[in-house]
């Protein structure tokens, strides 16, 4: 998890936490233990569409070797972790999100 999650007296204060947390716990155990089963990487393999991954390199909850394993381009941000937080980290995705529609759309 992240630091601010972690931080006792922070999680009020940070922004889309709450939400996560209300997330997880109504996710039942079923799907989570359904979701372990599966091989996103392999899956992902087989999608012909043109794939953009952008991910933080100090993201502490999803390793950068899992986005390594994708098809496609990946934009690795230097000091941004798993919810992009960080400023400027959004702007940065916005940037790049809409450079790959330019580039992919009619």
Partial sequence: ???????????ERTPGADM???????MPREFCADAAQWDVGAAAKSIRAPIETVHGDADRTVPLDHARAFPGTLHVLPGVGHRFLEPGAMERVAALAADFFRRNLP
């Fill in 1 to 11: 998890m992240d630091p601010p999650v972690q931080s006792p007296g922070l999680y």
């Fill in 20 to 26: 996560e947390f209300r997330g997880a716990v109504a």
